[in-house]
């Protein structure tokens, strides 16, 4: 079992559709939570993190983390063609060195359509 | 702005060569790391540093060996490339100091014929 499961897609919305990606995970060490959108060709960059449980804001976006379900969710409200890329989930757990490290969901491949 | 540059976009070698690919960070960042990303598979680390000579093993470090001589640079060594070590190979760089947000170079796709 993997430590980080998300679904693949790809996931097609129309515009100003609201949208909901996942991640599961299996180690309850993980304290940080992270959403990185990746566009075509390019690297990933950080859109939201979260430390431990609740949910964060930032515009049009969402993260939600239920540790008891060991669950997270990104919600992307009134979605935009330019929303589309690759969602990646990332976790890691507190503490130094190799702890430190950032596990990454496959990534949930993203397309909003006009 | 955060800059994270790989010295190639696009690189095709032939089975059995040394390859080495490059990544410099602009922000003075601690922590750099290399990754590969594959389809199904995701973001995989093979090597990290977080600091200049120190370096530890990731997932999947067989093959590769790294180098960082400079804390600005950190290079990828795939000593004998073979045609399995065809991927996309990101570097990314962190502050120790919520070493979470992660600032990625635009990837290397290594192709090895």
């Known amino acids: 079992q993997k430590e980080v499961e998300q679904d693949p897609g790809p996931l097609s919305v129309p515009e100003g559709a609201i949208v909901s990606l996942n991640c599961t995970y299996s180690?309850?060490?993980?304290?940080?939570f992270m959403w990185y959108r990746q566009y075509s060709r390019k690297g990933p960059e950080l859109l939201m993190y979260t430390y431990s449980s609740g949910n964060k804001e930032d515009g049009r976006f969402t993260a939600q983390v239920d540790k008891s379900s060991k669950y997270i969710s990104l919600f992307i409200r009134d979605s935009q063609p330019s929303d589309s890329a690759t969602y990646l989930c990332?976790?890691?757990?507190?503490?130094?060195?190799?702890?430190?490290?950032?596990?990454f969901g496959t990534g949930t491949l993203l397309a909003v359509q006009p | 702005d955060v800059k994270v540059t790989q010295s190639s976009r696009y690189l095709v070698k032939r089975t059995g060569e040394k390859v080495f690919l490059e990544c410099v960070q602009d922000m003075d960042h601690e922590n750099m790391f290399w990754y590969r990303q594959d389809p199904g598979l995701g973001l995989r680390l093979i090597y990290f540093s977080y600091d200049v000579k120190m370096k530890e093993k990731g997932d999947i470090p067989e093959g590769y060996s790294v180098s960082r001589e400079k804390k600005e640079r950190f290079s990828l060594i795939l000593e004998s490339a073979s045609t399995n070590q065809t991927s996309m190979y990101l570097c990314a760089s962190s502050f120790t100091e919520g070493a979470y947000e992660q600032y990625f170079g635009p990837g290397t796709r290594l192709t090895v014929t």
């Open positions: 990332a976790m890691s757990a507190p503490g130094g060195g190799a702890t430190n490290k950032l596990i």
């Open positions: 180690n309850s060490a993980f304290q940080y």
